[in-house]
């Protein structure tokens, strides 16, 4: 829905009246050079040219987000004479009244009346003391702003704040349904982008399909009306650095999960070497035409042989003209032909200064797109590991864990339909909570949901954390943690007749697949050196679709796998995605249980200790890369 200028009008009363509304007005609408006068129209004039322009995200008088697009992006054709009033609104106040005043006093003093000549003298001097005044007012404030300077300097301004989108306003009044907000942001901010892009491919003659877009927005906290969407937008967990980095007048925030960078157009139709390409590729062909026609009356009786009379030869011979030169056997006769000839001539010499101009321009913009991006394009860069989990208390535990190491408020996504908690990061990692039924065989398991969130993540680790039975009891406690340095797939296996006649014999037929060496060399670095949680164990674990209670099973397990340290069930899944996606692996659980007596007693303290060890290798800085 596409507010009116009453809804406008009330939203704008609403913000002013809200916790930080009137410094969040402020920095939307900043003082001039002068300090004086605004820069910006009011606020609900700014809201709905917003509007106009698709740069408002509507959700209410009570929750909304202004746009500001990046320098240089170019507005739509609509609501011209609005957005000229809106960016001139500061020189309509410095010069409108003057003039205003001038102009009725001029018409006054050629009314008949007694007192026109008073009225006028009136009028002038009023134009007079506004002009005085302003200026006066100007001299104090910059004599002010300059002694604050020396006591207090300005800080250095983000490269991001004029260079791409920003948030002018961001007003809810609802604290805990902020991030929907935050998201519908993000969302338009991509459709805004992609549109633009479309009428780029549209004006080349190309059709554009689809494309992700990864596109940063900058949003100062002082243009934020409340402090709960302050505290929101610092502990988003998809920006530029970290919640951890200290105090910061402003926040990158960085709204998709995937997408190579920012969509540009190969060539700028706006720019001066596909204007002069473009322009050549319509005069040459019309000048061949002319030199052909002129060129064929003039050869009529005399034969037309060696000379540009037919349009492919005058082409041809423009061609050798631009490079300064006559093909052999192709002369002109006319006068017409060898003027455009020489037309054709300096238009190369301008050809090569447009694009000597051309080519400076765009090292000049790479550069300082390389200087402005760095920061985003560093923390698009930062490794993510997608951790996956089964039951509600591996959920909650390793969601608690995350969070509070890096204060960052979690937030969903769903990627490939799959809702996936954004943990923000930590250390220089990325972290990724997913979570998927039972097992590793079904269309809601393990393996095609880890399938699927590799595909559309595109993740740098995979780590399957939560509970598991012990098998070395002792030394192993309820709550110890375990680490596989290898799996054995105990449903890959054969089963026949005991030759003796007694029962059956299994022989295992699987893989035995080892983790990855680095995690596996982080984890154990983990726990040796700074480490005070639960035990850690490293050794193999068995994983199969089967759910164990049972002692007599658990015995025969222990009988034939006697280095096994304990049990699961997913895992199996999770090595077999992950090696063929060439994704690191490894599996950290808790343990809950010894296979048999099954109940829930341990799962939560299991679940938690497995969660907080990851968060603590993790935090090592093991897992960062440069």
């Known amino acids: 829905m596409t507010p009116g200028f009453g809804d406008c009008r009330r939203a704008a009363a609403r913000l002013r009246r809200a916790e930080h509304g009137r410094q969040a007005a402020a920095a939307a609408r900043p003082r001039s050079v ?19 322009e698709e740069r408002l995200v509507w959700r209410g008088p009570d929750s909304f987000a202004l746009l500001e697009p990046p320098v240089g992006w170019p507005p739509p054709r609509r609501g011209r004479l609005l957005r000229w009033w809106d960016q001139h609104w500061q020189f309509l106040w410095y010069g409108g009244p003057p003039l205003l005043a001038v102009a009725g006093a001029g018409g006054t003093a050629l009314l008949p009346l007694p007192a026109a000549g008073t009225v006028a003298l009136i009028l002038v001097l009023a134009a007079l003391f506004q002009v005085t005044g302003l200026m006066v007012a100007t001299v104090i404030v910059a004599v002010v702003r300059g002694v604050a300077r020396l006591r207090r300097p300005e800080p250095e301004r983000h490269p991001s704040a004029e260079a791409g989108w920003r948030i002018a306003l961001l007003h809810h009044a609802d604290g805990p349904t902020g991030a929907r907000l935050l998201e519908q942001t993000f969302r338009q901010v991509v459709r805004l982008v992609n549109q633009r892009f479309d009428r780029v491919a549209s004006d080349l003659g190309l059709v554009a399909r689809p494309l992700p877009v990864a596109e940063t927005l900058f949003c100062p906290l002082r243009t934020i009306s409340t402090t709960a ?5 610092e502990r988003w967990p998809r920006q530029v650095g970290r919640p951890s980095d200290g105090p910061r007048e402003a926040v990158v925030l960085l709204p998709t999960l995937h997408g190579p960078g920012r969509v540009r157009p190969v060539l700028d139709p706006g720019g001066l070497l596909a204007v002069y390409l473009l322009g050549l590729a319509t005069v040459v062909p019309y000048l061949a035409w002319l030199i052909a026609d002129d060129e064929r009356t003039a050869c009529t009786g005399t ?7 037919t349009f492919i030869d005058a082409l041809c011979w423009l061609a050798w003209r631009m490079v300064f030169d006559d093909p052999p056997g192709l002369t002109p006769a006319t006068g017409l032909a060898r003027l455009f000839g020489v037309l054709v001539g300096a238009l190369t010499v301008v050809g090569a200064l447009v694009l000597a101009t051309a080519i400076g321009h765009a090292w000049l913009r790479a550069r300082y797109d390389r200087k402005r991006e760095e920061p985003a394009m560093n923390a698009q860069k930062r490794p993510r590991l997608l951790v996956m989990v089964v039951t509600p208390e591996e959920h909650d535990a390793v969601r608690e864990a995350v969070t509070g190491a890096n204060d960052c408020r979690p937030v969903r996504e769903f990627p490939g339909g799959h809702p996936v908690l954004l943990l ?11 979570q998927c039924e039972q097992g590793a065989v079904g269309s809601a398991s393990a393996t095609p949901v880890a399938a699927d969130l590799i595909q559309e993540i595109r993740p740098d680790y995979l780590i399957l954390v939560g509970i598991c039975f012990g098998l070395k009891r002792p030394p192993q406690k309820l709550g110890d943690v375990l680490v596989s340095h290898q799996l054995r797939l105990l449903d890959h296996r054969r089963i026949s007749d005991d030759p003796a ?3 059956f014999t299994e022989l295992q037929r699987g893989p035995s697949p080892e983790a990855t060496s680095m995690l596996l060399a982080a984890c154990r670095s983990a726990a040796l050196l700074d480490w005070s949680g639960a035990p850690v164990h490293f050794g193999p674990m068995l994983t199969a679709s089967a759910l164990v209670d049972s002692t007599v099973y658990r015995e025969r397990l222990i009988s034939a796998h006697r280095d096994a340290i304990g049990g ?21 659980k808790g343990i809950c249980d010894f296979a048999a007596g099954k109940n829930n007693r341990y799962h939560r303290r299991a679940a938690r200790n497995a969660a ?15």
């Open 34 to 52: 002068n300090g004086v006068l605004r820069t910006r129209a009011p606020l609900a004039v700014m809201l709905y040219l917003a509007a106009r």
């Open 229 to 233: 969407m302050r505290t929101l937008v």
């Open 303 to 309: 034969g037309c042989a060696g000379r540009p009379a």
């Open 424 to 434: 923000g990061p930590v250390s220089g990692v990325d972290i990724l909570l997913a």
């Open 501 to 503: 006649g007694d029962g």
């Open 568 to 588: 699961e069930m997913e895992a199996g899944g999770i090595y077999s995605v992950a090696a063929r996606s060439r994704v690191d692996w490894i599996v950290i």
């Open 612 to 626: 907080e060890f990851l968060v603590h290798m993790v935090g090592t800085g093991a897992l960062d890369r440069s």
